[in-house]
Nanobody, 114 residues
Framework: QVQLAESGGGLVQPGGSLRLSCAAS????????MGWARQAPGKVREFVAD???????WYVDSVKGRFTISRDNAKNTIYLQMNNLKPEETADYYC????????WGQGTQVTVSS
């Protein structure tokens, strides 16, 4: 069974940075896409960034220039570097991978607050 394990969340002040990691139990190149989504309390889940198996990346407009998605194929891990974080970006951040199905991790909490 595919397992995705996020880590790296925590409390950060506005303007600060965090780097999230998502370790997959299988070869990440077996996924057509891998990426990150976030869900704040009372809001729908929002896709934030993804990276295709060919290395192509996508970002939601609100994070362009501040977030960077990357991968380490040897470690079967993808990352989300988040810079200049804003309070409204407080959310649970989830990793996902698309193959035949979409697989989700359990999430890691990011709190942006003074």
């Amino acid at each position: 069974q595919v397992q995705l394990a996020e880590s790296g969340g925590g409390l950060v002040q506005p303007g600060g940075s965090l780097r999230l990691s998502c370790a997959a139990s299988e070869n990440i190149l077996s996924f057509t896409f891998m990426g990150w989504a976030r869900q704040a309390p009372g809001k729908v889940r929002e896709f934030v960034a993804d990276i295709r198996d060919d290395g192509t990346t996508w970002y939601v407009d609100s994070v362009k220039g501040r977030f960077t998605i990357s991968r380490d194929n040897a470690k079967n891990t993808i990352y989300l570097q988040m810079n200049n974080l804003k309070p409204e970006e407080t959310a649970d951040y989830y990793c996902y991978g698309d193959r035949v199905d979409r697989y989700w991790g359990q999430g890691t909490q990011v709190t942006v607050s003074s």
